[in-house]
């Protein structure tokens, strides 16, 4: 018989600390109106001073546990989606490990940019499907406004920071319908961030280079068109009309990205799932935060289609089709 898996629980994770289009006019030559207008954007949740990517993962996750009645021990294995982690190594996944007690369990993270979430549920349903694993917790965390040049408008205007998490169980019944993950690295100049580690630190020169460089505009287009394609390609894999979907969970980047997959889809507004208002671009976090808030609130039920897409540095994006 088939193996599929099945969200077993969700659960979100956010700093307490709110900075809002205003607060940044106060610092840098932008407008609530600009910001609003060219992105949705009224305000983002912004990590504490030593709070950090695990911080937020760990909230998450115990809620995604708790909302799944999984224990620590039945965890085989978790994956992190983040671009931003606590450290070099360990993982962000073994530090999660350890705080959460499911030590043993194998743990590693996924670098997939904004895609981070998409990429690791997927790797973790494939896993699932396979019969290696039976219950994985998924995190996207990031603390992307650490990595921010607060004095670039182009760019600081953009993130925020936040963790959202879901428990995966093994069931005879779907779940995950299908999955699809695309890269493209030769767009690497258009979203980067140029530090790493052997291409050297730079700890000499303040902040040398630890910041996110963009070509917005650019980066607009190539999501639109590239997020176009990915949900036609999950519909037609699973045979399915896009009138058959119940929800969008994409990726909340841009009010105008999300609004023009809408259109692609024939769905209403009412039936996308927006927190970028809220939120800003949390990367990797963003599409299980959304998940999780439309599952809290209600408006999302069992047995509902969803379509979860992202796109991100690198480039990469990708989708998931979901009976709930
Ligand atoms: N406040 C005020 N003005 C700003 C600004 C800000 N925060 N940021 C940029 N501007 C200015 C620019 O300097 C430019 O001025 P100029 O015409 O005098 O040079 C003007 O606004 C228009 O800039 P442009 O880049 O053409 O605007 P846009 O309509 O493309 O919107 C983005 C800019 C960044 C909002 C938009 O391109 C975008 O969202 N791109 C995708 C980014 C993204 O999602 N990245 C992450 C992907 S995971």
């Known amino acids: 018989m088939a193996v599929y898996s099945r969200i077993a629980g969700t659960g979100s994770g956010l700093p307490e600390k709110i900075l809002t289009n205003k607060d940044l006019e106060q610092f840098v030559e932008t407008s609530d109106e600009w910001i609003a207008s060219r992105t949705g954007i009224r305000q983002r949740h912004v990590a504490a001073e030593g709070e950090t990517t695990c911080d937020l993962a760990e909230r998450a996750a ?10 620590a021990a039945e965890l085989d294995m978790i994956v992190v989606g983040t671009t931003t982690p606590d450290l070099i190594f360990p993982s962000t996944a073994c530090l999660l490990q350890h705080r959460l007690g499911a030590n043993g369990c194998a743990a590693f993270d996924v670098n997939a940019a904004c895609s981070g979430f998409i990429y690791a549920l ?20 990031e603390t992307l406004t650490r990595m921010l040049d607060w004095s670039d408008r182009n760019t600081c205007v953009l ?13 005879t019944e779907a779940g995950i319908l299908s999955t699809h993950l695309h890269a493209d690295g030769g767009k690497k100049e258009l979203l980067y961030n140029p530090v ?13 280079g630890v910041r996110v460089l963009m070509t917005g505009n650019e980066v607009f287009k190539h999501a639109v068109k590239a997020l176009d394609a990915v949900v036609d390609e999950t519909l037609e894999a699973n045979g399915l009309q896009k009138s058959d979907l119940d929800w969008l969970i994409p990726h909340q980047a841009n009010l105008r990205i999300i609004e023009a997959t809408a259109k692609r ?13 809220k939120h800003g671009n949390t990367s990797s976090g963003s599409v ?3 998940l999780d808030e439309a599952v809290r609130s209600g408006k ?12 991100g540095g690198g480039f990469t994006w990708g989708s998931a089709l979901i009976r709930y």
């Open 62 to 71: 115990r809620a995604a546990m708790e909302a799944a009645g999984v224990t």
């Open 122 to 141: 997927s790797v973790a349903d494939n896993f699932i499907r396979a019969g290696n694993a039976k219950t994985v917790l998924v995190v996207g965390a």
């Open 159 to 171: 993130f925020g920071d936040g963790a959202g998490a879901v428990v995966l169980k093994a069931d």
């Open 196 to 208: 790493g580690v052997s291409v050297g630190f730079k700890p000499e020169e303040k902040n040398a």
């Open 265 to 277: 889809l024939d769905m209403p507004m009412d039936r996308v799932i927006v927190t970028v208002h």
């Open 288 to 290: 299980p935060l959304a």
């Open 300 to 311: 999302i039920q069992r047995g509902q289609l969803l379509l979860l897409e992202a796109f």
